[in-house]
Every structure is written in structure tokens, then in C-alpha cells.
């Protein structure tokens, strides 16, 4: 998943994110070292992990997050992209 960072709160272990279909919640960002540095308001990341509820909004359990916001804007077309043809090819 990618979005723009809304909210951290490392005390409860979580990130809020933002993409262009909704909200969603990333867990256990504590535990990724690397990832912490671009959990900032505001960033566009990407998050991989493991899907832990889809209702009523995603859920993600972090495995690796990656701070995209350099070229953001790119990333957010192709984001788009990717998620169309992923939804093509499961129907």
C-alpha cells in the first residue's frame, strides 16, 4: 500500500495513511527500524506488509516501510495505475 502520512502515534504502535480511496492503519511500525525516520506527517510512503482486517477500513500489519515522498507525485500516478491493473487481473 502507499499514502500520504496523516497521523503517528508510536505510543499505540500505529500510522494513519491517506490514499485516493480512502483511510487506512498501519501496525507495528515500532518494530521497523528503518521505516521509523519517514513516519512523519505529511510523507508519501509505501508500506508492505500483512493484511490484518479490510472493513471497515484496512488494517496492515508492517513488514518494511519506504518513504517515497521525493518523488511523490510519480509514485502517486503510478500507484493508481497499479491498483487498476491488479483489479483487472483478479476479476
Known amino acids: 500500500m502507499q499514502g500520504t502520512v496523516l497521523e503517528v502515534q508510536l505510543d499505540r504502535n500505529t500510522v494513519l495513511l491517506m490514499d485516493e480511496t480512502g483511510t487506512f492503519t498501519v501496525q507495528g511500525v515500532n518494530s521497523i527500524p528503518k521505516g521509523k525516520p519517514c513516519l512523519m506527517q505529511g510523507k508519501y510512503v509505501m ?6 482486517a479490510a472493513s471497515p477500513e484496512p488494517v496492515i500489519r508492517a513488514v518494511k516501510v519506504a518513504d517515497l515522498s521525493e518523488q511523490a507525485a510519480l509514485h502517486r500516478q503510478m500507484w493508481k495505475l497499479e ?8 476479476v
Open 47 to 52: 508500506v508492505m506488509g500483512v493484511i490484518q
Open 83 to 90: 491498483v487498476e491493473d491488479l483489479q483487472r487481473v483478479m
